[in-house]
């Protein structure tokens, strides 16, 4: 059941430690099962661990996780070839696909080389709720900033753009990242974007900003946008999902 506007759901968070598996879905996880509108079925969620080298054993773990929320996991790999041969077909059939956290710039090479980058549009477009964490964050949009080269943090400015805005994730626990995101934003390397602090999500219909979310209260959101050669920083107030902590 396809969401009534295009629909991205960008996060610092979505997953949790289990009572009896070895991670839970956490509220953004299940907020995004909620944006795609399911009723009377089993919601289905594609994972997709590109960023972190499509590992089976992580992708289990979501499995796990998926049968212990009642929600039906598949997920989607391009290593060493992609896992199905419809790819486009494969995803419209999902309710949300989930990207993983890792290396973005990786993410995105991978996705341009078997054309998942048109895909992903066109799917979005279908009204299938896209999400993720981190990589899974900022590759939906212009760019961001990215430890993908190494662990002094560079900008990444090839994202799919699919949202013309630059993107901030993990902005109050990684210290490079906040002055990082807002330096290339004054100098113009980065456009106008949004940043989230750890446990909270950005959600966009179609193009536009809509609000914030979090699963952690007291976390923030942030709009960082240029004036002259600054940034200017301003504090979203996110609203607290259901069974946010």
């Given amino acids: 059941m396809p ?61 796990e996780a998926g049968h212990a929320a009642g929600i039906d996991v598949v997920n989607l790999n391009l290593f060493p070839m992609p896992s199905v041969e419809d790819v486009e077909g494969f995803l419209l059939d999902q309710d949300v696909i989930w990207v993983g956290g890792g290396s973005v710039a990786n993410l995105l090479a991978i996705w341009r080389l078997h054309g998942l980058d048109r895909t992903l549009a066109e799917v979005w477009r279908a009204g299938v709720v896209l999400a993720g964490v981190s990589a899974g964050s900022v590759c939906w949009h212009v760019g961001g900033t990215t430890d993908s080269f190494g662990p002094d943090l560079r900008p990444v400015t090839n994202g799919l753009g699919i949202l013309p805005y630059s993107n901030g994730v993990h902005y109050d626990s990684e210290p490079q990242r906040r002055p990082l995101f807002q330096r290339l934003v004054a100098d113009g390397v980065l456009p106008d974007g949004y940043a989230s602090d750890d446990g909270v999500g950005l959600l966009y219909r179609g193009t536009d900003f809509v609000e914030a979310v979090t699963e952690i209260r007291g976390k923030g959101a942030y709009l960082v946008h240029r004036e002259g050669d600054q940034a200017m920083e301003e504090r979203i107030e996110p609203r607290s999902l259901p069974g946010a902590s």
């Fill in 3 to 63: 969401a009534h506007l295009p629909t991205i759901l960008a996060t610092s968070g979505g997953i949790k430690r289990g009572s009896r598996t070895e991670f839970a879905f956490a509220p953004l996880v299940l907020h995004a099962i909620e944006l795609a509108g399911v009723d009377a079925r089993r919601p289905r969620l594609c994972h997709v661990g590109t960023a972190g080298g499509d590992q089976r054993w992580w992708n289990g773990l979501w499995d």
